[in-house]
Each structure stands twice: as C-alpha cells, then as structure tokens.
C-alpha cells in the first residue's frame, strides 16, 4: 500500500497500569506496579517524555493474572487532575455503562481536564464479567451493534440539544445534555477510539469511530485492516478513522538484549493463564460471522502479551525500532499503544533514545516508505 505521508508527527500512547500482572502474562521480574501513585508519577514522566495519549485498561473481576483492578474512568480522572497536557482514554464496555451516564461523565472530566478526556469503546471478550454481574453475554457481532449504536448516542449526546436514538439498544429521548464537552480546534468531542480485528469491527470503525486500534499487527496485517477501514469510511461517506497499533516496546542497547528479554518473558510464561486467556478470547472471536475474530491466529508466544505486542516488531536498538516505527507511519499508523516490561525505566529510555530518531527520520524522509530492516520484518 503506497500512500502520501500524512504532516502530523506519528503519536504515542501508552497502556495505563491500572491492572496488576503487568502488560505480560510471564513469571519474569516487571517493575510496575497498578496503585495510583506509581501511575501518577508514571503518567507525569510520559508526558515530559514526548506520550500524548494514556489508555486506561477495564477490567472488572480477576481473571488470567490480573488479580487486582483500578476501574478505568475514576482512574483516568485522577490521572487527568495529576498531568497538563497528556490525553488520557477510558476504557467502557457496553452493556455495562448506559451511553448517557458515560456522556455525563465524560462532558464532566473533560471541563476538568481543559478537553484531554477520551473514551475507547471495548465491546468485550470475557464472558465472565459480564455473567457474574448478571448481564446477559451476546454473540460477537451483536455486540458489536450494540456498541455502534453506544457511540452513536453517546456522539448525539455531546453535541446536539436535543438527542433522539431509536436503535435495539439504546433509546434516547429528547436528551439535552449541559454543560457539553468542551469544543476545541483539535476536535468538536473527546476523541472515541475502538478496538476489535473482525469484519464486524473494522465495518464499524468506518462508521462511526475516530480512532481504530488494532491489536500487534506485522507490516501486512497493518495494511490489511487500514485498506478495510477506510473502504468502510469511504463507503459511509466519511472521514476514514485515525489508525491505532498495539505493540509492546523492548528496547536495548544491543539487539541481542532486546532478544534475550523476548526469549526470557516467553520462556518464563504463565502457561495456565496464557492457555485460560486463550481459551476465553478465542471463543469470543470464533463467533464471529466469518471467524475473523481478534486473536483467532494467535500463537500461544503471542498470547503472553495479550494484545499481540510482539508481533509489530518494536523490538532491538533504539535505530531499529526508530526505523520500524517510521515505516509504519509510512502505511498509515498514526498512533502506537506501547507497553513496557519495566515502566519508569523504560518510557524515560523510550523519550530519551527511541522518540528523538523516529522525529529525525520523519523530518529526514518526509515523502518517502523506508524498506525495513530484514532482521525485524
């Protein structure tokens, strides 16, 4: 896929450690820690390290090495409160929030934070939270219908007097919500990202979304689903959604360290949980109408980071992760979700060696598709 590099400096995120167990279902030693303040001091530290956006994770109950839990809006509020200019994004499972008490909340935090809330819609793959709360657990690609019709409310909520909705979900009468979310030059709302791999998803995405976040994706996995997103945008007549990859960043000074810690984290893996996971996410995505439901090509090494963080790559020498970076943007990922194995450590060594050579090359090769190195393809 050939396509003009786009002025905007590639963005990154980093997911929020709200959750115990670290972004690695291993054994191996991960310096974090899910408590408030490790992450305020954490969220302080990315955003003088060059992270624009923080995602907050949702989770309800343990389950696969995630013993305790932060839940996710409180949470990102407090992270808003602590920072000046980091953008931080709630995750929200419908069926468990109603649109309109989120848009509530959501306007809420936004008028505190001076327009840096967000939300990112997750449609939910464990089953178990959602019957232990006696909610009912519907098939894949009805809940993905259900969280477009969410997004759809919660959109006509912040920006119209009088929101109307008549879907199968959601019924939205004449609701006026005051004070709305603040409406800046970066955007009329707080941003509304998603996640999701399906057909189901990406359709979606097209429709509604501003933000589309895939999971670990190689180089054509990642045009894949940004050839299919924006062929549902175009479709729809609108704006294709920005483009989200997940990856989990190992950075060393030599790329044999970088590989050792890969090596280490998958050897000591939590084979229970990495199986229990699997197990779980791979029924919610073969119930999908054509069984291209996310993680359904998963490896059990893919697993133990469980959005597929190894898979994009982002793994060596500051130059070859800089080079790999930049040639994704080239595809068209405006944004990064990192996760890291050693926090504090590791996001000060990502602001400091990684983020000033991926602003060198992007000002060096503004037009064109770096080849990556063969080693990390």
């Given at each position: 896929?050939?396509?003009?590099?786009?002025?905007?400096?590639?963005?990154?995120?980093?997911?929020?450690?709200?959750?115990?167990?670290?972004?690695?279902?291993?054994?191996?030693?991960?310096?974090?820690?899910?408590?408030?303040?490790?992450?305020?001091?954490?969220?302080?530290?990315?955003?003088?390290?060059?992270?624009?956006?923080?995602?907050?994770?949702?989770?309800?109950?343990?389950?696969?090495?995630?013993?305790?839990?932060?839940?996710?809006?409180?949470?990102?509020?407090?992270?808003?409160?602590?920072?000046?200019?980091?953008?931080?994004?709630?995750?929200?499972?419908?069926?468990?929030?109603?649109?309109?008490?989120?848009?509530?909340?959501?306007?809420?935090?936004?008028?505190?934070?001076?327009?840096?809330?967000?939300?990112?819609?997750?449609?939910?793959?464990?089953?178990?939270?959602?019957?232990?709360?006696?909610?009912?657990?519907?098939?894949?690609?009805?809940?993905?219908?259900?969280?477009?019709?969410?997004?759809?409310?919660?959109?006509?909520?912040?920006?119209?007097?009088?929101?109307?909705?008549?879907?199968?979900?959601?019924?939205?009468?004449?609701?006026?919500?005051?004070?709305?979310?603040?409406?800046?030059?970066?955007?009329?709302?707080?941003?509304?990202?998603?996640?999701?791999?399906?057909?189901?998803?990406?359709?979606?995405?097209?429709?509604?979304?501003?933000?589309?976040?895939?999971?670990?994706?190689?180089?054509?996995?990642?045009?894949?689903?940004?050839?299919?997103?924006?062929?549902?945008?175009?479709?729809?007549?609108?704006?294709?959604?920005?483009?989200?990859?997940?990856?989990?960043?190992?950075?060393?000074?030599?790329?044999?360290?970088?590989?050792?810690?890969?090596?280490?984290?998958?050897?000591?893996?939590?084979?229970?949980?990495?199986?229990?996971?699997?197990?779980a996410v791979k029924q919610a995505g073969q119930s999908t109408a054509d069984g291209r439901g996310m993680w359904q090509d998963s490896s059990f090494e893919d697993l133990v980071q469980y959005n597929d963080g190894f898979r994009t790559g982002l793994i060596g020498t500051p130059e070859q992760?800089?080079?790999?970076?930049?040639?994704?943007?080239?595809?068209?990922?405006?944004?990064?979700?990192?996760?890291?194995?050693?926090?504090?450590?590791?996001?000060?060594?990502?602001?400091?060696?990684?983020?000033?050579?991926?602003?060198?090359?992007?000002?060096?090769?503004?037009?064109?598709?770096?080849?990556?190195?063969?080693?990390?393809?």
């Amino acid at each position: 896929m050939s396509q003009a590099h786009a002025p905007d400096p590639v963005r990154f995120a980093y997911w929020v450690p709200n959750v115990s167990g670290g972004l690695v279902t291993s054994k191996i030693e991960q310096r974090t820690d899910w408590t408030y303040d490790y992450n305020r001091r954490l969220a302080v530290l990315a955003e003088n390290s060059g992270f624009d956006y923080a995602l907050s994770q949702v989770r309800y109950m343990a389950s696969y090495g995630a013993e305790y839990q932060h839940e996710s809006t409180s949470f990102s509020l407090a992270l808003l409160l602590a920072t000046e200019r980091l953008k931080v994004i709630a995750a929200v499972h419908p069926g468990l929030w109603h649109p309109g008490v989120l848009a509530k909340l959501g306007a809420t935090a936004d008028h505190l934070s001076g327009g840096r809330f967000a939300v990112n819609v997750v449609s939910g793959w464990f089953k178990g939270e959602f019957t232990a709360l006696g909610e009912p657990w519907l098939e894949h690609d009805e809940r993905y219908r259900r969280s477009e019709e969410f997004i759809r409310a919660l959109r006509a909520i912040w920006t119209e007097d009088h929101a109307e909705l008549a879907g199968d979900f959601y019924r939205i009468r004449d609701f006026s919500l005051k004070p709305k979310p603040l409406n800046t030059p970066d955007r009329p709302h707080p941003e509304i990202f998603q996640g999701g791999n399906s057909t189901a998803a990406r359709a979606m995405a097209g429709r509604v979304s501003d933000w589309y976040f895939s999971n670990g994706k190689d180089f054509a996995g990642a045009t894949e689903q940004i050839q299919d997103v924006r062929s549902s945008a175009a479709a729809a007549g609108r704006t294709a959604p920005r483009f989200g990859l997940n990856g989990f960043l190992i950075a060393r000074d030599t790329e044999a360290e970088a590989r050792d810690t890969l090596r280490e984290i998958i050897a000591k893996a939590d084979t229970e949980a990495v199986h229990g996971f699997g197990a779980a996410v791979k029924q919610a995505g073969q119930s999908t109408a054509d069984g291209r439901g996310m993680w359904q090509d998963s490896s059990f090494e893919d697993l133990v980071q469980y959005n597929d963080g190894f898979r994009t790559g982002l793994i060596g020498t500051p130059e070859q992760i800089a080079e790999r970076i930049v040639a994704y943007k080239h595809l068209g990922v405006d944004l990064f979700l990192l996760g890291f194995l050693h926090y504090l450590e590791e996001v000060e060594y990502f602001g400091q060696r990684v983020l000033p050579l991926v602003r060198e090359l992007e000002a060096q090769q503004p037009d064109a598709e770096p080849e990556p190195a063969a080693s990390l393809a």
